[in-house]
């Protein structure tokens, strides 16, 4: 019963999050597609909080929610209304995003069918807290303290782009 209800949480997940991303990135509203993108942020944290991950969907909601989308929508409110006209696209351009879609397609079909998942190694294993926070804050090999910090000079350099853009006018 347990894995029903499980691929039943997922199936709407995963619906919700589809369609939610199809509205995003066809909608000629650019707010409009930004709150589609939180939505389909927040359906990510669900999956990770499906999975019993609950510091990556903390995480998820707090960083990428909160933060990432703000970003965009003040970078959005800053440049202006008029500044994004996406309403008038030619057809080679249609042409051009649905090869990319089916490209990435292929390429995401290929590799989960070469790849050997063995999901019960990792399910209901519990990581200390102090391992995690080393993990993320280390400075060895495999630890997340340089993508950590690339990541915040990218989004310093976003809100400084957008300044710069909105002084323009």
Do not use: W
Not at 86 to 105: D, E, F, V
């Amino acid at each position: 019963m347990e894995f029903h209800n499980n691929l039943f949480i997922f199936s709407g997940l995963a619906l919700f999050m589809i369609l939610a991303a199809m509205f995003a990135v066809t909608s000629s509203r650019i707010m409009r597609a930004a709150t589609l993108l939180l939505f389909v942020l927040f359906g990510t944290a669900g999956l990770y909080f499906m999975l019993h991950y609950t510091f990556l969907g903390a995480v998820q909601i707090t960083v990428y929610a909160g933060g990432i989308v703000v970003l965009f929508i003040f970078a959005i409110l800053l440049i202006g209304k008029g500044s994004i006209d996406i309403t008038h696209t030619s057809k080679l351009r249609y042409l051009a995003g649905l090869l990319s879609a089916l490209s990435g397609a292929v390429i995401t079909i290929y590799l989960i069918d070469s790849t050997a998942f063995d999901a019960t190694h990792f399910m209901g294993k519990d990581v200390p807290m102090k391992s995690l926070g080393l993990a993320i804050m280390g400075t060895d090999r495999y630890n997340y303290i340089l993508p950590f910090e690339v990541l915040s000079i990218l989004l310093l350099a976003c809100t400084v782009g957008a300044i710069l853009i909105a002084r323009k006018k």
